[in-house]
């Protein structure tokens, strides 16, 4: 509802008494909604959602109606919108304190070109897995196996081909995990020097691989340090018979098993067993 409508509804005294039922009724909108028009039968009955809306403009702006003065905003120098937009281009990762430090202006006001005058915003960047030279025509060659020699996609009973691959991965999971001190503060009157302990010294790693099966999860199989063929070699040979217990000895038959160019998969003794497992 639009500030000018509510002037014309809702005196000072109700909306004094709307706030009042609102709290008696802790904040519940549809009991406050109910008790408003018991108790004032002949007053024009309140929507729920008007309770939490006249709530919260109460405390964002200390008044019952949004203020009608015009937002005044300050008109800044160009030649230092140009300078910042400028700094961002010949570096987008820095801070909005460096470029202050380096405009000598505050980095509040650099804060608030970026955001309104630029229209800029600060996006996250996500963490990717390193490509090597030779990895793009291995995608691109898997690729065309797959759909030219295998799938018709055009054919709805090709797509069985690919549930019969056991799709394979590791990730290394760390004791330490991650955290994003940008967005850790403790706010008072003078520094307090906090600091955060953490374990660093004591750090330890586990190796998870899992699998994935048409519709079913093989796995998750826990390793406990790092990979290397020997382990690799017997977990093939053994674990994963285990792993592939509930999987009907038909689907075993026809699996093919992929996995990644990890040094542990590509040894020879690995590649013996898989020639052994998962012949041509």
């Known amino acids: 509802m639009e500030p000018e409508m509510e002037r014309n509804h809702y005196s000072f005294e109700e909306l004094t008494d709307i706030i009042l039922i609102y709290g008696e009724c802790r ?42 003065k015009p937002i005044h905003v300050p008109q800044r120098n160009q030649e230092i919108i140009d300078a910042v937009h400028e700094a ?15 405009l000598n202006i505050s980095h509040i006001t650099v804060h608030r070109i970026i955001k309104h005058s ?54 290394v999971f760390g004791s330490d ?28 790693t586990v190796n998870v691989w899992i699998g994935i099966l048409g519709d079913k999860i093989i796995g998750p199989e826990f390793i406990q340090g790092n990979v290397n063929a020997q382990y690799y070699a017997n977990f093939l040979t053994h674990r994963l018979e285990e792993l592939l217990e509930d999987v009907p000895l038909a689907n075993r038959m026809e699996m093919m098993f992929q996995q990644d160019g ?19």
Not at 27 to 47: C, E, G, I, M, S
Not at 265 to 272: D, E, K, M, N
Request: charged share 25%.
């Open 27 to 68: 904040k519940n909108q549809r009991q406050a909604a109910t008790l408003y028009a018991q108790r004032f039968p002949d007053r024009r009955h309140v929507d729920h959602g008007f309770f939490h809306r006249l709530c919260e403009r109460l405390k964002r702006n200390g008044q019952f109606y949004k203020s009608t």
């Open 88 to 102: 961002l281009m010949e570096n987008p990762y820095t801070s909005t304190r460096a470029i202050a430090t380096d």
């Open 118 to 171: 630029l229209g800029w915003h600060p996006f996250k960047r996500h963490t990717t897995q390193r490509l090597i030279p030779g990895d793009m025509l291995r995608r691109l060659n898997f690729c065309e196996w797959i759909i030219i020699d295998h799938v018709n996609f055009n054919d709805a009973g090709n797509e069985i081909f690919l549930k019969h691959i056991l799709w394979s991965d590791e990730a």
């Open 177 to 204: 995990g991650s955290i994003n001190r940008h967005n850790e503060h403790h706010y008072a009157e003078h520094n307090p020097h906090c600091m955060k302990t953490t374990n660093v010294q004591g750090r330890w």
């Open 262 to 280: 990890h040094p542990a998969h590509t040894s020879r003794l690995t590649r013996a067993v898989l020639n052994r497992k998962f012949p041509c």
